[in-house]
């Protein structure tokens, strides 16, 4: 399984990029990256996920490093309605569960 | 579409009682999976069920046990509450079951035992 690090905490300036790094440095060819995020008192929602290259959604962008040892989610402009605790996942339990850590809060301040 | 639907949205019980939650996935999701969260801490997995069979139990004693019905909704009971079952319950569906699969998760049932 793979293991990820993130920072527990970040700020960003309301209209500003919001750039989250994650650090997957034992993922394995097969694995890919996802990022989920988790809105106070809600469920966790997912955003993006990406295997090898670079991917962009409505919501976000996923930015993975050649090596795929690390890898970023950029907000492009977040709003306060960004602000949540964002998981990076990039490893499945035996039993095709997610891992979860303890992600990063981020906090987009006005 | 309806979401993840989950009931009660919050439960009290006291020590040594049992709960249902109960957990109605999106239409056409096969897959239904319990996640147990306790404060500061992310989610952990607690069973998988797909086409009304366990396909996958997390690391949680006897006292959790889950089900799935022909219409691929969920209950999840836990027996004998214990003060540390106090957490936020969430219930995620998928369409299929397995490795990366993209889970849509509902609100939660948040449980406080006392």
């Known amino acids: 399984d793979a293991k990820t690090t993130q920072p527990p905490s970040m700020d960003c300036a309301e209209g500003r990029a919001a750039n989250l790094p994650c650090n997957h440095s034992?993922?394995?060819?097969?694995?890919?990256v996802y990022w989920y995020r988790q809105i106070h008192s809600q469920g966790p929602q997912y955003i993006i996920h990406?295997?090898?290259n670079n991917e962009t959604n409505e919501m976000a962008s996923l930015i993975i490093t050649e090596d795929r040892k690390s890898s970023t989610l950029i907000l492009p402009h977040a709003t306060l309605r960004d602000t949540a605790v964002y998981y990076c996942?990039?490893?499945?339990?035996?039993?095709?569960?997610?891992?979860f850590g303890k992600g990063t809060k981020l906090s987009v301040k006005p | 579409d309806a979401g993840v639907t989950q009931s009660p949205t919050h439960l009290i019980k006291t020590r040594g009682q049992h709960v249902t939650l109960r957990c109605s996935p999106i239409?056409?999701?096969?897959?239904v999976s319990w996640y147990q969260q306790v404060l500061g801490q992310g989610p952990q997995f607690i069973f998988q069920y797909y086409e009304k069979e366990e396909r996958g139990r997390g690391n949680f004693p006897d006292r959790f046990s889950a089900r799935q019905f022909p219409n691929y909704s969920s209950e999840l009971n836990v027996n004998a509450l214990l003060l540390g079952d106090s957490a936020l319950y969430l219930c995620a569906s998928s369409l299929e079951q397995g490795f990366n699969e993209k889970l849509f998760f509902g609100s939660g049932t948040q449980l406080s035992v006392l």
């Open positions: 990406g295997l090898k």
């Open positions: 034992t993922i394995s060819g097969n694995e890919y």
């Open positions: 239409s056409g999701h096969k897959s």
């Open positions: 996942i990039a490893s499945w339990g035996s039993q095709g569960n997610l891992i």
